[in-house]
């Protein structure tokens, strides 16, 4: 110790080397105690200590330390000793306590003085709400977790869901925590206040009372608010000139301007397919997803016809313009160009005497239409006919025509009054207002959500439009095409963050209520219209409860309102019936029969573009094509042979003059002649997620032509067009072309799939001749008791009782209902923080999913351009021999007495020898970090009982093992057994069709158990002595068999 | 000790016709002298130093790609779902077999007493070891987690209670291959004493002397010390024998063990030893024919040498073509369609071009080694050597690659395409493979001097 002695010096010597350090005041500007303390205050955590490091290196610090602690500034310069460190150490306390000198800064922190009541923290809470949209409300119940939304389900209650959901409600929860969000309101790009929009919009209104309102224009999505119709009432009671449009791209003008043609009125029809042993799909993509109005329901009462649990199986045609997942369930398919569909429907019209004119060219169209007119006149009453939304507005009516001349109305179709309180034809609409804002007639013009300037057909010039008009003003979620053109953007709050109301497809009034204070102070349509009403100031929720009170006969309106809030949905309100009469329509023949068509779609996952920064669903295959982060051009096997283009090919397309690139994707059952595109990409203006994601097909789109429009050309560009597919349908990729395999109908994917017995599939006669189908020939599984090692040596609960656990979980999957609709997929990963990997990573195979709907085409040799669908979900089959485990060096993935196959993310080593021996591949690694661990909001949205995986670490399906726990846990408290149906997997819940039943399979009454006893369950890959616990049930078609030319008459599995 | 059987043993195929395992003309002193010149002297020839330092830069290429590697994670690879194992594995195997040659030739050979493998075993051991570091570092570096890794897969008493999985054969395989690093380190370090203590005492640098005395253990050349070493050597080859065939065989049971189609095969083990071999023939040759010209070693290096070495390869290449055959054969008469189509997509599918790529390299090429002509042609046999050596990386991508990329559910199908990443690991232990190569020449004696003292006709006077 002595030897530090020299270093005690207490005072610096003038002329060492510290001064000089510190002494040049021209370099270093001089440095303040208090504001280094002020600097100090501010920072915390990390930021504190990095602070503290950056201040010792600056040049004044040596001289405010001299000048403030004389005695120990020269310790700042000494090379450290020990006794050195020390006392830097204790300096570096000092100042750490410089700090302590202040307030502790403010910060929100939760310290209950007296806890919540119903708050406990760790269990979640569940509020009834619903999504709304142009397509009817979608009814949900969300779990709330500490006051966070991280998990939507359908409202069980609610009539228009019975607990399903469908993908944009799934994955519509990320969007709240979506750090892309537009987050102030702006005037011409600069943060503004509230305040300032309301002073700004009260002096522009100001302006708009004394001429009546001439110049109030309100463009808004569909409404289907009850509360905002009325708050626009009075709003044009204020402001009489002023007016409403509505316009969203993906509209119903067809089934509107249909309703017209063929009630002279606005109806909305119902569909009880409930009742239907009949269904026809006039290009009715019913079963596709919530872009079909009332899918959710139409979904269930399908598939509850075909689950051949005593009623009698319905039998579906369909008649469409693209392979559809509709198409992929039907029966009987015929695949015709969109506009040719408008003809089939007047000829089946007149055949079915409903009156119609149509002509049917093709042999095989004309014995499909007989055929079919002869059925539906068969089972008269007891069949509908549903018109597609994107076909023409003769095809709704023609289709109401039919349902009234074959008795269906009042038994499988009923007519009701529109969902939104105020229909329009859309189209026409946008039209109008684009005409007026060009004459100079507009000049306040309130946008209520929507991008108008991304989404109006390419021959509107909205954009000329809307520069003549001096304000504008436009409410949206994003900063997105629209927010350029307007002065004041302000942020909406997403749906979980508003009180509304909305109602669902059937009528029911259905409300709105808020999981969450708005993330980003977004503000709803209702509190702009309130500005402009008599009601300014007035809360959302003072506006929708108020409404419901001039509503409501109750005598104790809050005891109702209660009921309401906690319902979701106000008992009794659904639509009565209506009595409408239909009036026949004539079909005028087609001009240009051979031009090239192309059909614009709303896109599966990202619908008319307004999810397009969702991950969820960018990451999500579609349907049918298997496509992510992008769109693509659509066409046949046979199109793209004949003209030469491959898959990923880059391709022109030229509507009209109006050109678009975007790259080939071959769909095997897309009509010849006819191209398919999908709307909402390509966007100029989105977040991180979306941008440079697909093309922008509503530039080809005309107002006229807004479905299909005929006369596209298509040219070959230079470049590959890369397309990320999680699957594909034939066996040879890219520029291979696929001819030569294809005339042997080797090519397709779901050949193999079939004679490997992963779909396993029976037309009805069969499996009324030989239930047993599923089980028979190459595909028995091996015997239980199967073992080379005796008796004791096997493990197995099967064969020893006595080793099994209270419960053995398992899971059945039936392929007869699903629609392939994708719900389950978004839903597994909402609930287990699976992260979304990107395109590129996409492209090399590493999306995360945990699972994944297959989609197998298959065809006979003769007729490739007509195959059948197969949807098979795959998830972990937690097989009981599971190949997985043994290998693991580590031991990372272990089976529980359960029946589970546990993968353990603390041990995992990833070696990827699980993956590897899986023979489904349903094992997920993390090839890199995919989990998001910085964006801080998105820490919101994680399931707090599911751990976040970080790079390094398999992961796979757990059949929700959290949930097992939970359900465990509580069954424990109550000291009782798990009962059936109180675990319930997150696909489970989400599935519209019913098709996942999950339980335990030690309970001889659980339901799992009831459907394993099916002679049609059968378990994937039996042979290879798996053991699955996940098995499926077999696929049974009901087609009519004079059709039948596509599936041989054998049982399908034996070739 | 008789002269002639000796003789016999020597040369057992072609007696009287092959030239001898060492030209004549030799004394000890000589031999001495030749080998140890190359070491025990300040000159460093500059091909050396291009060499080396070429070597050296690509071994850094490694450096970078694992330092990449361990920064990003797995996904700077092309690895992905299905084909969850890729160049890693690949090279793993590959590695794994150059480096049975050594050991082949030093125990087994010893054992049967083919003195002719006396002049080539001390590089060929040192090729094993090196080839067998390269190996070791891609069961590491292929993990997720290769921080956990290093010591998870190790059975280490721990207070979890915590053990690695046993019946995994990744867990075998960090068995088969550590100790088959051990005991080729023992048996290579053991079999450098004699000759290092020949360094010690011919050493002027007071630096090598050192180094070469700690080396040298202590190595007097006493009868004693003789007699001992020459039981310990015995007793290491008797022990590094069986691992000759158990270290591929375990390493063959990674895939063999497993329910893929076109790895779940019994063919695997028999198959996998003689491809090792096959594959280690193919680099000594690749090494010493280069090494013998460098430094004018034809005299020990003979041609005979590089015939019989050519006689291993065509023997175990056949063994190799009847594994490719039985697979084939497999496919079709277990009438299991998983295995014929793994087959027919082996032959016909996507990576069809590296099927017959391999069986161009593996099968045609070396038929031409039934020709003496082709064996004594020494160009010819460095140009089919480098050209099994490509087949027998071919075959590890095969065996890993077109099995998993179709298996069994075909909506899981995929591709797999290394990326440069891929490509800078692999050729990163190549660099460092032949950078370790240059050190061992320039200070280690490449040839076994004291064993080749053995060969000569003086050696066996003497005996008499």
Redesign the interface.
Known sequence: MATDGPHNVPTPKPGNDLVQIGAPPAKAPKLELEAVRQQLSTARGPQYWRSLEELADHEGFAEMMEREFPRHVSEWTDAVSRRGFLKLMSASLALAGLSACTKQPDETIVPYVQQPEELIPGVPQYYATARPSAMGAQPLLVKSHMYRPIKVEGNPEHASSRGASDVYSQASVLDVYDPDRSQTITYLGNTRTWGDFLGALRDAAGGEKAKQGTGLRFLTETVTSPTLAAQFRQVLAAFPQARLYQYEPVNRDSARAGSRLAFGQYVDAQYQLENADVIVSLDADFLGGPYFPNFLKLAKDFAGRRKLDGKEMNRLYVVESQMSPTGGKADNRLALRAWEVEQFAAALAGAVGAGGNGTVDSDAAKRFMSTLAADLKAHSGRCVVIPGEQQTPAVHALAAAMNSALGAVGKTVIYTDTVEPVPSEQMLGIKELVDEMKAGKVSLLVMLGGNPVFNVPADLDLKGGLEKVPLRIQLSAYKDETSRYCHWQVAQAHYLESWSDARAFDGTVTVVQPLIEPLYGGRTAHDILGILSETPGQSSYDLVKAYWKSQSKAADFDAEWRRILHDGFVAGSQFPAKTVSAKAVAVPAPAKKDQLEIVFRPDPSIYDGRYINNGWLQELAKPITKLTWDNAVLMSYNYAIANKYHDQQTVEINVGGRKVKGGVKIVPGHPDGSITVHLGYGREFTGRVGAGTGFNAYALRTGANANTALGATLTPVDGKWQLAVT??HH???GNHVINADLAQGQSL??E??V??G?IRSAVLEEFEKNPNFANEG?FEAPPLDMTLFGENGHYSWTTDPAKTSAHQWGMTIDLNSCVGCNTCVIACQAENNIPVVGKE?VL???EMQWL?I???FQSAASDVANPRLYF?P?PCMHCENA?CE??????ATVHSPEGLNNMVYN???????C???C???V???????YADFDTESLKGVRNPDVSVRS????EKCTYCVQRITGARIQAEKEDRKVRDGEVVTACQQACPTDAIVFGDMNDPNSRVNKIKKQQRNYA??AE?N?RPRTTYVASVLNPNMQLENRVEKKSEHGG | MADSPEKTRGNPSEPGVSPPVIAPGYSFGQVTEKISNVVLTPYTPWSWLGGFFIAFGIMNVLLIAVGWLFLKGTGIWGVNIPIGWGFAIINFVWWIGIGHAGTLISAILLLFKQSWRTSINRFAEAMTLFAVVCAGMFPLIHTGRPWLAAYWLLPYPNTMGLWPQFRSPLIWDVFAVSTYLTVSLLFWYTGLIPDVATFRDKAKNPVAKFMYGMMSMGWRGSARHWHRYETAYLLLAGLSTPLVLSVHTVVSWDFSVSVIPGWHATIFPPYFVAGAIYSGFAMVLTLAIPIRAAYNMQDFITDRHLNNMAKVMLATGLVVGYGYMTEAFFGWYSANQYEAFMIKNRAFGPYAPTYWALIFCNILTPQTLWFKKVRSNVPLLFVIALIVNVGMWLERFVIVVTSLHRDYVPSSWGLYHPTVWDWATYLGTIGLFVSLMFLFIRVLPMISIFEVRTLLPQARVKAE
Not at chain 1, 886 to 891: E, F, I, K, N
């Open positions: 699957q594909h066996l040879i990729e994917a779901g193999a799939a004679s490997r992963m190459a990573q090399m195979g590493r994944r297959d989609a197998y098979q795959v190949p043994p290998v693991c060096p580590v031991g041990r995992c080593v990833g070696t990827r020898y993956s590897n021996n023979p489904y591949k094992r997920r690694f993390n090839f890199l970090l790079r390094g670490v398999m994937m890959l290879v798996t």
